[in-house]
């Protein structure tokens, strides 16, 4: 079930509950899971540094500690750091739309499409993470993710 402070008007652009025997395929393994919605990043054991999507390897030691990276969920809200409305894309594809670098609220940044009007986001804005309808293939929907706008009425 949606977030109830995601605007009712894009809600339609999240995925209702997600049967377990229901068949999906995600538009690329390992980038988020389904229940909770979660991207999913690693997280280095020597230096603690989150990255996303999820490497076996850490960018920022080097891995200085014997262990690898483990998989972690990380958090499914963050704030607009940067963004940019795409005004020419491939053919099927809508325009604008808006391709933003969102700070998740457990420090890393990633980069993803924001399923909002581009005259409503703004620097420093809350989003959320949705798991959207991508399209489908041999009869499956293709799920992807995006952000959303969190409902700035919501009490704090």
């Known amino acids: 079930m949606p977030s109830p402070h995601i605007p009712a008007h894009w809600r339609h652009f999240m995925l209702n509950a997600i049967e377990a025997d229901q068949p999906y395929k995600p538009i690329r393994e390992g980038l988020f899971q389904i229940d909770p919605p979660r991207l999913l990043g690693s997280q280095c054991p020597a230096c603690r540094t989150k990255v996303y999507p999820a490497k076996g390897f850490c960018p920022q030691c080097d891995g200085d500690g014997a262990e690898r990276p483990h998989v972690v969920p990380l958090s499914p809200e963050g704030v607009v750091f940067a963004y940019t409305v795409i005004h020419q894309a491939p053919a099927g594809r809508k325009t604008p ?24 986001i703004r620097i420093g804005q809350r989003v959320a993470l949705a798991l959207c309808a991508a399209g489908t293939e041999d009869g499956k929907p293709v799920i992807g993710y995006a952000f959303v706008l969190v409902d700035q009425s919501r009490g704090a």
């Not at 391709?99 to 409503?120: C, K």
């Open 97 to 120: 739309y808006v391709l933003a670098y969102v700070d998740l609220d457990d420090e890393v940044r990633v980069l993803a499409q924001i399923h909002a009007p581009h005259t409503d």
